[in-house]
């Protein structure tokens, strides 16, 4: 079957890729629930240095520890980027001045230049391209005292001509979906639906 999506979870010699592990599953499923997308149901595992990432439609990026990455890594990730690729980071810390967010936005600025990052909008087509949203949605971490104990008012990307190609939050997302997809029945309002509008934007590029 062609796949109009699957999720690709980058993996990267220095940290702590393996997080969040039920996340996928979940956010998968909402793309069932929601949308009319052929999903492939099964996360897929591709080393950053691995050229098999630079055919997906979509990365996901995550970690508690140091990014530093090897040159192999580093140009894949710069290749994909700037070739129309989509990759979503999330700061499992949930602190800006942790050392994945350090480090990270270090590498980002080798990368990409250090004006490269920088805060998108509350009113940015990320918000409203299924779902709409005031901007991005707080998570439970933001409430609880976790990491730097603030409620993060923004996302911030990397944007090649006009898109954003690199979408970086320090809120926490995939611990705040990390659950089994069968409960979202008891919440009160599903909180993956930002998921399904980061990945709505992310195949609209």
Same mark, same amino acid.
């Given at each position: 079957?062609?796949w109009d999506f699957?999720?690709?979870? *980058?993996? /990267?010699?220095?940290?702590? +890729?393996?997080?969040?592990?039920?996340?996928?599953?979940?956010?998968?499923?909402?793309?069932?629930?929601y949308t009319t997308?052929?999903?492939?149901?099964?996360?897929?595992?591709?080393?950053?240095?691995?050229?098999?990432?630079?055919?997906?439609?979509?990365?996901?990026?995550?970690? =508690?520890? *140091?990014?530093?990455f090897t040159p192999?890594?580093?140009?894949?990730? $710069?290749?994909?980027?700037?070739?129309?690729?989509?990759?979503?980071?999330?700061?499992?810390?949930?602190?800006?001045?942790?050392?994945?967010?350090?480090?990270?936005?270090?590498?980002?600025?080798?990368?990409?230049?250090?004006?490269? *990052?920088?805060? @998108?909008?509350?009113? =940015?087509?990320? /918000?409203?391209?299924?779902?709409?949203? $005031?901007?991005?949605?707080?998570?439970?971490?933001?409430?609880?005292?976790?990491?730097?104990? *603030?409620? =993060?008012?923004?996302?911030?990307?990397?944007?090649?001509?006009?898109?954003?190609? @690199?979408?970086?939050?320090?809120?926490?997302?995939?611990?705040? +979906?990390?659950?089994?997809?069968?409960?979202?029945?008891?919440?009160?309002?599903?909180?993956?639906?930002?998921?399904?509008?980061?990945?709505? /934007?992310?195949?609209?590029?």
């Open positions: 079957m062609a699957y999720f690709t979870r *980058l993996t /990267y010699e220095s940290g702590d +890729w393996d997080v969040d592990v039920r996340m996928p599953s979940n956010v998968l499923n909402s793309l069932v629930e997308l052929r999903v492939d149901p099964v996360e897929r595992i591709v080393a950053l240095s691995d050229p098999k990432m630079l055919e997906a439609p979509f990365c996901y990026f995550a970690g =508690h520890k *140091l990014v530093q192999a890594e580093r140009k894949n990730l $710069e290749r994909y980027v700037k070739g129309g690729g989509f990759v979503f980071v999330d700061d499992c810390n949930h602190d800006i001045d942790g050392l994945f967010a350090k480090s990270f936005e270090s590498e980002i600025a080798s990368i990409f230049g250090k004006r490269a *990052l920088n805060k @998108i909008p509350n009113n =940015h087509p990320v /918000y409203s391209s299924f779902f709409k949203f $005031e901007g991005p949605p707080t998570t439970g971490v933001e409430l609880n005292g976790w990491g730097d104990d *603030l409620v =993060h008012d923004y996302l911030k990307a990397v944007e090649v001509g006009g898109r954003v190609r @690199i979408l970086y939050s320090n809120k926490d997302y995939g611990c705040e +979906w990390d659950y089994d997809f069968r409960n979202k029945r008891f919440l009160a309002i599903d909180n993956t639906r930002f998921a399904v509008n980061i990945i709505q /934007y992310a195949l609209g590029a």
